[in-house]
């Protein structure tokens, strides 16, 4: 099964509550009772909580696939730095190979090592980034190293890390799906987890208000804004309103494709669809198709490709974008928690 086939698989299971989803549901039985015997040993202090002696922010999901997290993670250490804060970044390092040991991330560094999604935090974000599967042990380096705010990228069931302050990030065109646990649903965690985080974000409006919790019906709207498109090699940036009405092959190997290829719909531009896993190794020769149309993909797809391209290669970088009136108390209350001192405590 392609990529492709196997993303519209999923999502007909997990988001159009087809039948296959119940026959799946003792899995999900199965899954819940592992999942939530580990959170009770946690709870209980069977299993140690390791705190580091500075602040701890999450920023995850409790859902599978693409929520909209990785762009918040950017959006708050930009807002921390701004504030005077030196944050820095642990992450598991999907899409790299296994390390058994921590390893910084630079703007250079190989994604085929340490994931694509690190190299992209550190390229746009400018602070030090660290990762391991060990995320006390990333921490640990970081606060070595000087850091005096830790944001945790996709820790939320990482219970083993302490926290001061947890964000969860929700697709608002998707949601929570057919609100069941994994595989017969997209759900890490029970929906009622949403009640212990300090702020759930929502990237888009809700497609729908049917059944949503009051936390749901809480959160905080954010989207996801493309103003420019980028060559990969770096010989021009244009305003991608700029495109509208012309034809590209839209490439997107990350949580939720369709989301990048409506992004683009938006501008005007028509899209021909490609598909990949998130964390896709991609290379050139997956994107040799049988003309010399434009290829569009996200940036995080264009750090595997590197700089070594034709001018027809381009990537779209997003931006969040929040309402003011939303975003100001909000950083506001996480700089009023972390200047308190709570973290290490």
Known sequence: ?????????????????????????????IYWLVTSIRRFLYDTGVLKVYRVPVPVIVVGNITAGGTGKTPT???????LRGRGFSPGIVSRGYGGSKSDSPMRVDTDSDPTVVGDEPVLLARRTG???????????????????????????????????????????????????????????????????????????????????????VAEQNAGEFALVATEACRLNGSLTRPIERFAGSTVHAVAGIGNPARFFELLRTQGIEVIEHAFVDHAALNLKDLEFSDD??????????IKLGRHVQDKFWYVPVTLQMDPVLALPLIEQIESRLRDGQGGS
């Not at 999502?11 to 989803?21: A, M, P, Q, S």
């Not at 149309?293 to 264009?302: C, H, L, N, R, W």
Request: hydrophobic share 45%; with cysteine; glycine share 8%.
């Open 293 to 302: 149309v434009a290829v569009f993909m996200t940036e995080k797809d264009a």
């Open 127 to 213: 602070c030090p980034v660290v990762v391991d599967s060990n995320r006390v042990r990333a921490a640990a380096m970081l606060v070595d190293d000087g850091v005096d705010i830790i944001i945790a990228d996709d820790g939320l069931q990482h219970y083993r890390l302490g926290r001061d302050y947890e964000i969860c990030v929700i697709d608002g065109t998707r949601g929570l799906g057919n609100r069941r646990l994994l595989p017969a649903g997209p759900l890490r965690e029970q929906p009622d987890r949403l009640k212990d985080v300090e702020q759930l974000l929502v990237n888009g409006p809700f497609r729908s208000a049917d059944e949503l919790t």
């Open 73 to 79: 993670v950017i959006w708050l250490a930009q807002e």
């Open 1 to 29: 099964m392609s990529a492709g086939a196997t993303y519209r698989w999923i999502h007909r299971v997990w988001y159009e509550d087809t039948r296959l989803g119940w026959v799946m549901l003792p899995l999900s039985g």
